[in-house]
């Protein structure tokens, strides 16, 4: 089982930022494809952002294009989504996943999806 873990997670106000991180241990991230998604209360998984493990090629949600990104950093292990502008529709639990293929079938969808973290918690609220 891959070891990988996501961070980053907390309260913010509205129009606040947060940088959620997903280290990996004991394997290398950047030959997966990582996807971002996010579930908020009572609802689906939304995939939000996904980087191709090829090319590093990044698709966003409409959701959230124009305020989060998508990175990674090869030499720490890790892959990072950036989020600013936070609105309260932005709460909810953030999972790293990844996938071993190397393209991002964008849109993801969960199932397409090899393995996944624990998720992190996002509240944006006043």
């Known amino acids: 089982q891959l070891q990988f873990v996501e961070s980053g997670g907390g309260l913010v106000e509205p129009g606040g930022s947060l940088r959620l991180s997903c280290v990996a241990s004991g394997f290398t991230l950047s030959t997966y494809t990582v996807g971002w998604f996010r579930q908020a209360p009572g609802k689906e998984h939304e995939a939000i952002s996904c980087s191709s493990g090829n090319d590093f090629s990044t698709y966003y949600s409409d959701s959230v294009k124009g305020r989060f990104t998508i990175s990674r950093d090869i030499d720490k292990n890790a892959a990072y989504l950036e989020m600013n502008n936070l609105k309260p529709e932005d709460s909810g639990v953030y999972y790293c996943?990844?996938?071993?293929?190397?393209?991002?079938?964008?849109?993801?969808?969960?199932?397409?999806?090899?393995?996944w973290g624990k998720g992190t918690r996002v509240i944006v609220s006043p």
């Open positions: 996943a990844l996938d071993v293929w190397q393209k991002c079938d964008w849109p993801m969808r969960r199932d397409d999806m090899d393995y």
